[in-house]
T-cell receptor, first 114, second 113 residues
Framework: GEDVEQSLFLSVREGDSSVINCTYT??????LYWYKQEPGAGLQLLTY?????DMKQDQRLTVLLNKKDKHLSLRIADTQTGDSAIYFC??????????????FGRGTSLIVHP | NAGVTQTPKFQVLKTGQSMTLQCAQD?????MSWYRQDPGMGLRLIHY???????DQGEVPNGYNVSRSTTEDFPLRLLSAAPSQTSVYFC????????????FGSGTRLTVV
């Protein structure tokens, strides 16, 4: 099965909160990331969280980590049309060599409508 | 501008042709990777490097070759292009492993006919 799983689509109304969920299988994951990809562009790191943290907040973004359930979520408050993009969850172990290389989920397409 | 530069941005190849996708970074990053992105498949790792002279295979290495003779450059070679290699290819680099994430290039859109 996949190492990192995400639902493929999420549709929200402008001004509402968006919550994008991710589950991962590797309990030794040390770093968990959220990336954003706008149409025709590369991925941009939005935020990351270390596995010894439960929560991280950065302006409109809140990341929650439930290590017991291997569940990561990204909440975007006051979602705007400019937030429409594909959001990728990724994880890496980060203990040596190739384990630092992140493994990505399939991405969640967030559609924000007026 | 500092960052990861990929060339070309678009390429059409005929089946059986070979070519090299270029990737260069000017941030002195040790870690570099090549991913391919296909609809509904997310990003899949092709090859990666943890420093000059050191490369290793990722999840989908068949049909691709890499080398890392300098810290700055990490070219990806398609040996004999096949339609299954039609994809968007991303190069990414990182200075510190793990938590600081990757800087991505803008991608190369490759079509093999």
């Amino acid at each position: 099965g996949e190492d990192v799983e995400q639902s493929l689509f999420l549709s929200v109304r402008e001004g509402d909160s968006s919550v994008i969920n991710c589950t991962y299988t590797d309990s030794s994951s040390t770093y968990l990331y959220w990336y954003k990809q706008e149409p025709g562009a590369g991925l941009q790191l939005l935020t990351y969280i270390f596995s010894n943290m439960d929560m991280k907040q950065d302006q409109r973004l809140t990341v929650l980590l439930n290590k017991k359930d291997k569940h990561l979520s990204l909440r975007i408050a006051d979602t705007q049309t400019g937030d429409s993009a594909i959001y990728f969850c990724a994880e890496s172990m980060g203990d040596s060599g190739g384990s630092y290389i992140p493994t990505f989920g399939r991405g969640t397409s967030l559609i924000v409508h007026p | 501008n500092a960052g990861v530069t990929q060339t070309p941005k678009f390429q059409v190849l005929k089946t059986g042709q070979s070519m090299t996708l270029q990737c260069a970074q000017d941030m002195n990053h040790e870690y570099m990777s090549w991913y391919r992105q296909d609809p509904g498949m997310g990003l899949r790792l092709i090859h990666y490097s943890v420093g000059a002279g050191i490369t290793d295979q990722g999840e989908v290495p068949n049909g691709y070759n890499v080398s890392r003779s300098t810290t700055e450059d990490f070219p990806l070679r398609l040996l004999s292009a096949a339609p299954s290699q039609t994809s968007v290819y991303f190069c990414a680099s990182s200075y510190l492993p793990g938590g600081y994430g990757y800087t991505f290039g803008s991608g190369t859109r490759l079509t093999v006919v």
